[in-house]
Nanobody, 122 residues
Framework: VQLQASGGGLVQAGGSLRLSCAAS????????MGWFRQPPGKERAFVAS????????NYADSVKGRFTISRDNARNTVYLQMNSLEPEDTAVYHC????????????????WGQGTLVTVSS
């Protein structure tokens, strides 16, 4: 499975961005999709995940109520809608795929896309 993330950019605090992650390859397999982020000089951290059907979602406490993960299986694409952005959200955002529902650890994910940079100015 190949993953391609896009949609990052520069936004002011309080603004919004929507990230996309397009999957190709073995997309017939029912993968759980996740988003992680890596701030400058810090470890990669879990942001959100969504099951194949979309019925099960999981969020890091720091983004609950502000970020929404969704997917369009017909387009093989997963989205991360980010609202009320804060400077602390500045990071490279990565999408990833796994078979483990509600997986939140990097080691649980089998496939990774390249990151897309989100910069939130104060």
């Amino acid at each position: 499975v190949q993953l391609q993330a896009s949609g990052g950019g520069l936004v002011q605090a309080g603004g919004s961005l929507r990230l996309s992650c397009a999957a190709s390859g073995r997309t017939s397999s029912r993968y759980v999709m996740g988003w992680f982020r890596q701030p400058p000089g810090k470890e990669r951290a879990f942001v959100a995940s969504i099951s194949w059907s979309g019925a099960v979602t999981n969020y890091a406490d720091s983004v609950k109520g502000r970020f929404t993960i969704s997917r369009d299986n017909a387009r093989n694409t997963v989205y991360l809608q980010m609202n009320s952005l804060e400077p602390e959200d500045t990071a490279v955002y990565h999408c990833a795929a796994t078979k483990v529902i509600a997986a939140a650890a990097t080691w649980q994910y089998d496939y990774w896309g390249q990151g897309t940079l989100v910069t939130v100015s104060s």
